[in-house]
């Protein structure tokens, strides 16, 4: 499958419009590829029920892969890999107080049968 050549698209997600100083990098790298795309700010702790109405429907709007950026906590990435088969790629986001760190140990330590 070529995301190039069919509807299929990758999907871009952040918590908050702050995320996009970081999210923007994947977003310019998917245009240079010439891959489809789009890029939705849905949170796990603000809009919950976008996030799951998002992660549900993902396969039905032909998303293919998932890119989720969070800080702090960084549960989004997570949460949304627990509710669709679709590949999911966690990208911690700077945080002021731990540089980051306590997203990446969020997202790389998820429970056994939820990869992210």
Avoid: W
């Avoid at 906590?73 to 306590?102: C, F, N, Q, W, Y």
């Amino acid at each position: 499958m070529s995301l190039k050549k069919d509807n299929h698209k990758v999907a871009i997600v952040m918590g908050s419009q702050s995320d996009f100083s970081t999210m923007k990098y994947c977003k310019k790298i998917l245009k240079l590829l010439k891959i489809k795309h789009e890029t939705k700010i849905v949170s796990a702790h603000r809009t919950p029920d976008r996030m799951y109405k998002f992660a549900k429907s993902a396969k039905k709007n032909n998303i293919s892969v998932i890119i989720a950026g969070a800080g702090g906590a960084a549960h989004l990435p997570g949460m949304i890999a627990s509710l669709t088969r679709i590949p999911v790629i966690g990208v911690p986001i700077e945080s002021k107080k731990l540089k980051g760190i306590d997203s990446l140990l969020s997202i790389a330590q998820m429970p056994k049968g939820i990869p992210v």
